[in-house]
Structure formats: structure tokens, C-alpha cells
């Protein structure tokens, strides 16, 4: 009876094994199909969400790059993208950036011109309540177009910023308000190497 049961076990254990031997080779064959395919949205992602925060005129060259900065004591390092016309004179830069929210990380692309004012916003990702936190992607963050940090307080009002919080979703106002801070953060600790004519590497 012991040697049944012990027989049963080890049948078990291999079952397991084969099962998740299988289950695995198959995860990574689906893999390499697809993560060429995958890797090409989110480069077209990527894009679109360039054009839509630091839309240009004219002929328009883009560069990956790195800013490098501290925010809050923090050492940090936010991937960007930086624009230069034709006579390679800088013209902006759009920033990844991100910061918890209610829900979760926020993750957002800003777009801001050489003089430092911020072009457009965009939410690449987030977990935010539908109908309240995730009204962020609506009107909420056309407040942001066309201003200046220098002089417009990124901060929700209720903080003695010149924000208006969505109604209901204070934390969210405060996180979207924040990540576009660290984009501009970043970019002002950056901007005097890029501003070289496209020299920088």
C-alpha cells in the first residue's frame, strides 16, 4: 500500500514536470514569434505619442538621448527625445515620465519646447478609476498645453499651484501634475547641452 502511494506521488511530480516543461518551451516559442512584432507597437507607440506632445513644422530630426537630473533628492534618468531642425538648432524635447497615482504607476509623455514651455501631455499607461481618475486623458491635461513652468505653478490649487484638480481624484491631479514637473525638471538640469546645435552624444 506505502509503494502505491509512494508510485502515485513520483507519477505526480513527473506529470508536473512534463506539464510545466511543455507549458514553458511553449511561452517561449510564442515569445519569439512575437516580440518582434510587439517591440514594433510600441516603437510606433512611442512615435505616436512624440508627435502628439511636441508636434513641429518643417524638416525635423529626432534623437534618443537620456537626461540625467535629481528630483527630490532622487537621482534619476528619464529617456527622451530630442528635436533639432534642419540648421540642427534644438527645438524641444519629449520626455518620458511617470508617478504613482491612485491606481498605480502613471506613465506620460511630455513635450516641451526649447523655451521651456510644454507643449502637450500624453498618458502612455495607467490604472487609474474610470470616471474619475482616468478623466486625466480628457481636459484635464489641455490646462498644461501652452505654459510655462517658469511662471505656471505645477502644483493642483489646492496645494498653491495653479492646477485645477479633477473633482473626486486629488491624488491622480497630484501625480499627472508631478510627472509633468520631473519632465520639466529634467529638461531644465539638461537643456544647455542640447541647445549645441545637435552636437551632443
Same mark, same amino acid.
Given at each position: 500500500?506505502?509503494?502505491?502511494?509512494?508510485?502515485?506521488?513520483?507519477?505526480?511530480?513527473?506529470?508536473?514536470?512534463?506539464?510545466?516543461?511543455?507549458?514553458?518551451?511553449?511561452?517561449?516559442?510564442?515569445?519569439?514569434?512575437?516580440?518582434?512584432?510587439?517591440?514594433?507597437?510600441?516603437?510606433?507607440?512611442?512615435?505616436?505619442?512624440?508627435?502628439?506632445?511636441?508636434?513641429?513644422?518643417?524638416?525635423?530630426?529626432?534623437?534618443?538621448?537620456?537626461?540625467?537630473?535629481?528630483?527630490?533628492?532622487?537621482?534619476?534618468?528619464?529617456?527622451?527625445?530630442?528635436?533639432?531642425?534642419?540648421?540642427?538648432? $534644438?527645438?524641444? #524635447?519629449?520626455? %518620458?515620465?511617470?508617478?504613482?497615482?491612485?491606481?498605480? @504607476?502613471?506613465?506620460? &509623455?511630455? !513635450?516641451?519646447?526649447?523655451?521651456?514651455?510644454?507643449?502637450?501631455?500624453?498618458?502612455?499607461?495607467?490604472?487609474?478609476?474610470?470616471?474619475?481618475?482616468?478623466?486625466?486623458?480628457?481636459?484635464?491635461?489641455?490646462?498644461?498645453?501652452?505654459?510655462?513652468?517658469?511662471?505656471?505653478?505645477?502644483?493642483?490649487?489646492?496645494?498653491?499651484?495653479?492646477?485645477?484638480?479633477?473633482?473626486?481624484?486629488?491624488?491622480?491631479?497630484?501625480? $499627472?501634475?508631478? #510627472?509633468?514637473? %520631473?519632465?520639466?525638471?529634467?529638461?531644465?538640469?539638461? @537643456?544647455?547641452?542640447? &541647445?549645441? !546645435?545637435?552636437?551632443?552624444?
Amino acid at each position: 500500500m506505502a509503494k502505491k502511494k509512494e508510485s502515485t506521488l513520483i507519477n505526480m511530480l513527473l506529470a508536473l514536470f512534463v506539464i510545466t516543461a511543455v507549458s514553458g518551451g511553449v511561452l517561449g516559442l510564442v515569445y519569439g514569434f512575437t516580440k518582434d512584432a510587439i517591440a514594433e507597437v510600441d516603437q510606433k507607440k512611442n512615435e505616436a505619442a512624440i508627435q502628439a506632445v511636441l508636434p513641429l513644422e518643417g524638416d525635423i530630426t529626432y534623437k534618443a538621448d537620456t537626461m540625467s537630473f535629481t528630483y527630490e533628492g532622487v537621482a534619476s534618468q528619464f529617456p527622451c527625445n530630442l528635436a533639432y531642425d534642419a540648421n540642427g538648432d $534644438f527645438k524641444g #524635447a519629449a520626455i %518620458k515620465t511617470s508617478e504613482g497615482g491612485f491606481g498605480g @504607476k502613471i506613465d506620460m &509623455m511630455v !513635450g516641451i519646447l526649447a523655451d521651456g514651455t510644454i507643449k502637450g501631455t500624453s498618458v502612455l499607461s495607467h490604472s487609474e478609476t474610470p470616471g474619475l481618475g482616468a478623466n486625466m486623458t480628457g481636459k484635464f491635461k489641455d490646462q498644461f498645453v501652452d505654459k510655462n513652468p517658469a511662471s505656471f505653478t505645477l502644483k493642483v490649487k489646492k496645494d498653491g499651484g495653479d492646477v485645477d484638480a479633477i473633482t473626486a481624484a486629488t491624488i491622480t491631479s497630484r501625480a $499627472f501634475s508631478k #510627472a509633468v514637473d %520631473k519632465a520639466y525638471q529634467a529638461f531644465e538640469a539638461n @537643456k544647455s547641452q542640447f &541647445m549645441k !546645435g545637435g552636437s551632443h552624444e
